[in-house]
Structure formats: structure tokens, C-alpha cells
């Protein structure tokens, strides 16, 4: 089955600075890939997703690189503010009967 | 995700007891899914139903259990079995069957008294 890991698993920065959270997966099938950003005690919020088909994409300061050759995906936030504190979680599937699978996540702090 | 709730938002277990955890979703999705989260820790699979009276074992099945009576309702029994049960615990839900993005509940937080 899948596998997911996620690197790093703490990572803090100065506001203002960029921040890259990278994932792997195992599955050369697996062709959806979320991430989600979870505060403390609230619920997991999707923040940005790709396909296969895709290579890179956008949205404001986030953005998601994928690699399929290596299995590999990225999550890139610029102008990191406060407010991006929180904890970062990848995950992978392929179209299917498949959930998905997590990776054990990334807490971001950011400093003031 | 505003249409997935999760009840309650904080639940106490007594030794031996079975407590069921409640989830309910007005998004007419297909699939739903029950995920465990200890401090620190990533989001572990514990069930998952694809369609109504159908379930499958995820990851970490042993000592719980689960119906799925109607396509909106996937509760989760969290039995005796379960020696360690305090975590934080999250109610998912998809469109369809999978590989789709899901959407999470508020979570229940149990603690064992």
C-alpha cells in the first residue's frame, strides 16, 4: 500500500521568510495530493491540492511542486506570516476505492 | 466541511466502558471515514465506509467499531477493547469513493477518567 513521509517534522522561521515542507510517497499510482493545515484543537483544512497531470501550482503565497519521476511533492509558502503557525499535513491516493494517505505532519512556526 | 458535525466536543470514558462518538454529514458524500490523532502524531485510519452498510478495517481497527445505517450517519463505538483510547478523534467525508479531497468534523476529544 502507500506511504507516505514528511519532512521536516518541526520547522521555524523569521516572518517574512519563505517555508518548504516535502513529501514522498511509495505508490507510483497514487495521482491526488492534498495538503491540509490544522491549528491547534481545530479540525484539518484543505488548503491546497494537485493532480497528476500537473506539475505546479498556485494559489496567493502557497504553492505545490510535484514530481512524479521521483515521487516526490513540496508544499512552498512565501512571506510567511503568523498567522501560518500551525501544523501541515501532505497526503497521497489514486482515483479509486483508496483513502487517503497522511503523513505524520509539519509544525511551522513563525516568528514575529 | 461545515456540513460534517461531530458530538460531543468532549467526551469522559470510565474503565470498561464502550462510548459511541457521533457523525453526521449534510453533503449528500459517499464516503466517510474515522481517523484517531494523538499529540504530536499524524492522522491514523481507523475505518472507513464507501457506501451505505458497507465498512472496511483501516490501520488501527482493534477496539472500536462502526455501522453505517444511513448515508449521512457513521458513529463510532469506541469498546472496552480499546486500552488506550484517549485521543483526539476525526470524522471525515468524501464525494466519492475515493481519491477525492475530504473534509473533516470539528473532532471529538475523549478522555478516559
Known amino acids: 500500500g502507500e506511504n507516505v513521509e514528511q519532512h521536516p517534522s518541526t520547522l521555524s522561521v523569521q516572518e517574512g521568510d519563505s517555508a518548504v515542507i516535502k513529501c514522498t510517497y511509495s505508490?507510483?499510482?497514487?495521482?491526488?495530493f492534498p495538503w491540509y493545515k490544522q491549528e491547534l484543537g481545530k479540525r484539518p483544512q484543505l488548503i491546497i491540492d494537485?493532480?497528476?497531470?500537473?506539475g505546479e501550482k498556485k494559489d496567493q503565497r502557497i504553492a505545490v511542486t510535484l514530481n512524479k519521476t521521483a515521487k516526490h511533492f513540496s508544499l512552498h509558502i512565501t512571506e510567511t506570516q503568523p498567522e501560518d503557525s500551525a501544523v501541515y499535513f501532505c497526503?497521497?491516493?489514486?482515483?479509486?476505492?483508496?483513502?487517503?494517505?497522511f503523513g505524520k505532519g509539519t509544525r511551522l512556526s513563525v516568528i514575529a | 466541511d461545515g456540513g460534517i458535525t461531530q458530538s460531543p466536543k468532549y467526551l469522559f470514558r470510565k474503565e470498561g466502558q464502550n462510548v459511541t462518538l457521533s457523525c453526521e454529514q449534510n453533503?449528500?458524500?459517499?464516503?466517510m471515514y474515522w481517523y484517531r490523532q494523538d499529540p504530536g502524531q499524524g492522522l491514523r485510519l481507523i475505518y472507513y465506509?464507501?457506501?451505505?452498510?458497507?465498512?472496511q478495517k483501516g490501520d488501527i481497527a482493534e477496539g472500536y467499531s462502526v455501522s453505517r445505517e444511513k448515508k449521512e450517519s457513521f458513529p463510532l463505538t469506541v469498546t472496552s477493547a480499546q486500552k488506550n483510547p484517549t485521543a483526539f478523534y476525526l470524522c471525515?467525508?468524501?464525494?466519492?469513493?475515493?481519491?477525492?479531497?475530504?473534509?473533516f468534523g470539528p473532532g471529538t476529544r475523549l478522555l478516559v477518567l
Open positions: 505508490d507510483s499510482a497514487s495521482n491526488y
Open positions: 453533503l449528500n458524500h459517499d464516503a
Open positions: 471525515a467525508s468524501s464525494i466519492g469513493r475515493g481519491g477525492e479531497t475530504q473534509y
Open positions: 465506509s464507501q457506501i451505505v452498510n458497507d465498512f
Open positions: 497526503a497521497a491516493t489514486h482515483s479509486g476505492n483508496t483513502p487517503l494517505v
Open positions: 494537485i493532480r497528476s497531470n500537473v
